[in-house]
């Protein structure tokens, strides 16, 4: 506990030094100062932010204001910060501030991989979705937990799918989305990622991003002071296994005890079905080329979980028999179109089509993440069975996305 008196020119003026904090608070935060001109703009949202609390008391005369409360926080914060406590009590002309240090620490949620959240969590999230999709198509638009909050949507990598649910579901819950394209930033290039991610946190309350390098969603989470949402990177794709792991919630009945079988390249959806295969129990069998497993890390983390069994096979006649799901991707993601026809001559035998459907068996979904190329991974007959649930699995991106979102943000 530190205590000062101040006795400034006039009662409402009232100036706080950050440096008066301790050293191991300093440690965490940068020096700033926070001027008020009056007791009534405490509440200004210019020095809004959740980190520190105060409430300003008047003295006990006869004539003295009523007693208010507010909240303020520093500008920069970094990942593990302190709570504090800030007393301010104001005489009739003298200002004394007690700052009372609390040892607990407030954790910002960002949603990077599927096991950053335990298995409860996960499912919490996913029966959300189920909760708010049934709002939203019911017609109710009274829901609207993201009234005056804005969303930075930083797109290294364009997407049809991943930019329209991610800005229409966030205004379907009263928010408003701001489109960030590969020309409007050019993150690592014209601006670095911790600049960007230090700047874009003062505008807005969330962040999401698309990006090609993993580290830049790693960075943009280590120094945004709001929550940072993976809408891709190389490595993996979070959000679309939330949405394909609630799909089959509703087409399948869960996902516990389910075989799901990857026919192609073992890419950053393979990877986010193996972290998935790391926190829920079920079957997972990527069959792909050899020369193109996945991330063997990835493999062995996801194996070390000890919940699932997890198969990385060749042999994909064998591997899709009593597969309840067999998932498709293209054999060539974006950034990696110049390896396009070597990769079609290596991946033949290895597309889905009705002749590996019926070797799955009746009760087999098709999955496909989206955009496909008809006639290359997948033929045009096996998008359009009956069986197959590529277009629910696209619209759950955007109702997947809203829980996540809701989750991070406490809404």
């Not at 409430?55 to 920069?76: N, Y």
């Not at 609207?144 to 290294?156: D, E, H, N, S």
């Not at 364009?158 to 579901?169: C, D, K, L, Q, Y």
Request: hydrophobic fraction near 40%; charge should be neutral.
């Amino acid at each position: 506990m530190a205590a000062a008196a101040i006795t400034p020119q006039s009662a409402t003026s009232l100036r706080y030094e950050a440096n008066s904090l301790s050293s191991r608070t300093s440690s965490l935060f940068r020096p700033h100062s926070l001027t008020f001109s009056a007791l009534h703009s405490l509440s200004s949202p210019c020095i809004r932010r959740q980190i520190i609390t105060a409430s300003a008391t008047s003295s006990a005369t006869t004539e003295s204001p009523p007693s208010s409360s507010l909240s303020l926080g520093f500008e920069d914060h970094y990942d593990q910060i302190l709570l504090h406590f800030v007393s301010l009590a104001v005489t009739m002309g003298t200002a004394t501030i007690t700052v009372a240090k609390i040892d607990k620490k407030v954790d910002k949620k960002d949603f990077l991989h599927i096991t950053d959240y335990d298995k409860s969590t996960i499912l919490k999230i996913l029966d959300r979705a189920i909760e708010v999709k049934a709002l939203l198509k019911s017609g109710d638009r009274s829901f609207q937990p993201f009234k005056g909050k804005t969303m930075a949507m930083i797109f290294a990598k364009p997407s049809m799918r991943t930019r329209v649910s991610f800005e229409t579901g966030f205004s379907l819950l009263g928010g408003h989305a701001i489109y960030l394209g590969p020309d409007d930033i050019q993150m690592g290039k014209r601006e670095e990622t911790r600049d960007v991610a230090r700047v874009l946190c003062r505008y807005n309350d969330i962040i999401m991003a698309r990006v090609f390098a993993h580290q830049d969603i790693l960075d943009l989470a280590k120094y945004a002071s709001v929550p940072v949402v993976n809408g891709l990177t190389d490595y993996n794709h979070p959000c679309q296994i939330m949405a394909d792991a609630l799909t089959m919630i509703e087409h399948v009945g869960g996902i516990e005890g389910t075989k799901v079988v990857y026919v192609g390249d073992g890419n950053n959806i393979v990877h986010s079905w193996l972290l998935l295969a790391a926190v829920i129990p079920f079957h997972f069998v990527c069959a792909c080329p050899k020369g193109f497993e996945p991330d063997q890390k990835t493999v062995e983390k996801a194996r070390a979980a000890g919940i699932s069994k997890i198969e990385i096979t060749n042999d994909v006649k064998d591997a899709v028999i009593g597969a309840d799901v067999v998932y498709s991707d293209v054999w060539a993601s974006m950034g990696q179109k110049e390896e396009a026809e070597h990769r079609r001559k290596v991946f033949q035998g290895f597309q889905v089509d009705e002749t590996l459907m019926k070797l799955a068996g009746p009760k087999a979904y098709f999955m496909h993440c989206l955009p496909a190329e008809r006639g290359v991974e997948v033929t045009d007959g096996v998008i359009e069975a009956p069986n197959s649930i590529v277009f629910p699995q696209a619209e759950n991106r955007m109702h997947a996305q809203n829980a996540i979102m809701l989750h991070v943000l406490d809404a």
